[in-house]
């Protein structure tokens, strides 16, 4: 008797490639869910990150929750020691200001240089991207009280894209990364402050403030627009100081 033998049907490289590229590895899923809980609070500043209770979390194997735990090691989220395995990273006002100000140092070369050589996609991106932050702005203004995880997820997405849109075209695919970790490391400090509710609101109009950011740097105004992207970022962080006593921050 002749064995079957099953045909997987084939794809060409193109499509291959496509495929790969929409479906994360094992390792990228374990690395995006435990950064979205260390970010969101989910995990608290020291807490144990267990393999086994982690595996049980995702329903992932230990070999990805390694990768991971390397990766976000790297990024000054998680911390091995040596015995005793992984750690989320403590949380300290010291760390969160020299967080802030190399990202402004990184941040402010990466716009000067996107004013430079940025075309008009790039500033159609940003007109698209204030737009879609300020809507949502609008929106959760115009009802009162806490807004749903849902809503704050997306009005976070969307203020992240517009810092993104503004940096965009820096030509620097290293500066763009360094930002990109330099903005989840400061808005692990962010988030719970704003998500907590236990400070006050910041008296700022945040809008306005993005709003200013983005005219001087359409009008290619670099000096300008990095003096208002350097005093945005400052302000938030003097923020998370006044209330750092309230969200249990190191000194």
């Known amino acids: 008797m ?23 590895t094992l390792s990228e899923t374990a690395y995006r869910q435990i950064r979205s809980d260390i970010i969101s609070g989910a995990f608290q500043p020291g807490q144990p990150l267990r393999l086994e209770a982690l595996k049980l979390r995702y329903g992932l194997s230990f070999s990805p929750i390694r990768e991971a735990l390397n990766r976000l090691q790297t990024e000054r989220l998680v911390v091995g020691v040596a015995s005793r395995g992984f750690f989320v990273e403590i949380l300290s006002i010291e760390e969160m200001w020299d967080a802030t100000n190399t990202r402004i140092l ?10 430079q050589t940025g075309g008009d996609d790039w500033e159609a991106e940003i007109v698209a991207a204030f737009h879609s932050l300020d809507l949502q702005s609008q929106r959760q203004r115009s009802h009162p009280g806490s807004p749903t995880d849902a809503e704050f997820t ?17 030509h620097s695919k290293r500066l763009l990364n360094i930002a990109d970790q330099l903005y989840v490391e400061t808005q692990r400090y962010r988030l719970p402050v704003l998500v907590g509710g236990n400070g006050a609101a910041p008296a700022r109009d945040l809008s306005d403030e993005h709003r200013r950011i983005m005219d001087a740097t359409l009008a290619r105004q670099s000096d300008k627009a990095v003096e208002l992207l350097t005093q945005h970022y400052v302000e938030t962080a003097r923020f998370i100081e006044r209330n750092s006593e309230r969200q249990k921050l190191g000194p």
Do not use: M, N, V, Y
Request: net charge positive; hydrophobic share 30%; proline share 4%.
């Open 2 to 24: 002749s064995r079957r033998t099953r045909t997987i049907p084939e794809t060409d490289g193109a499509s291959k490639l496509a495929l790969e590229k929409e479906q994360p």
């Open 106 to 115: 990184i941040e402010s070369e990466a716009l000067r240089r996107s004013i």
């Open 154 to 170: 997306l009005l976070e997405t969307r203020h992240q894209d517009f810092h993104k849109s503004l940096i965009k075209s820096c």
